[in-house]
C-alpha cells in the first residue's frame, strides 16, 4: 500500500465517526454537538497527520539506510 493510498483512505474516513463517538455524540446536550463533532474530527486528523509523518520519517530513514550501505 502506498503512502497515497493511505493518506486517501484516512481523508475519505475523517468524515465518519466510529460508533463509540457517534454514541457519545448522540447523549449530548444539543448545544455541545457542533463543537464535540469538530473537536473529534480535528482530533482524527491531527492522528492522520501524525501517522504519514512517522511513515515518512520511516521511508527516510529506509532510504539513507540504502545509501549509507551504497557509499561503504
Not at 457519545?24 to 446536550?29: F, G, I, R, S, T
Not at 482530533?43 to 509523518?53: N, S, V
Request: net charge neutral; glycine share 8%.
Amino acid at each position: 500500500m502506498s503512502l497515497s493510498s493511505i493518506a486517501n483512505a484516512g481523508i475519505g474516513a475523517m468524515g465518519k465517526l466510529s460508533g463509540a463517538q457517534q454514541d457519545m455524540l448522540d447523549k449530548a446536550p444539543a448545544e455541545m454537538k457542533p463543537f464535540m463533532e469538530a473537536q473529534m474530527k480535528m482530533q482524527k486528523e491531527q492522528e492522520l497527520t501524525q501517522l504519514i509523518t512517522q511513515m515518512m520519517k520511516q521511508m527516510h530513514e529506509m532510504a539513507m539506510s540504502v545509501i549509507r550501505n551504497i557509499g561503504g
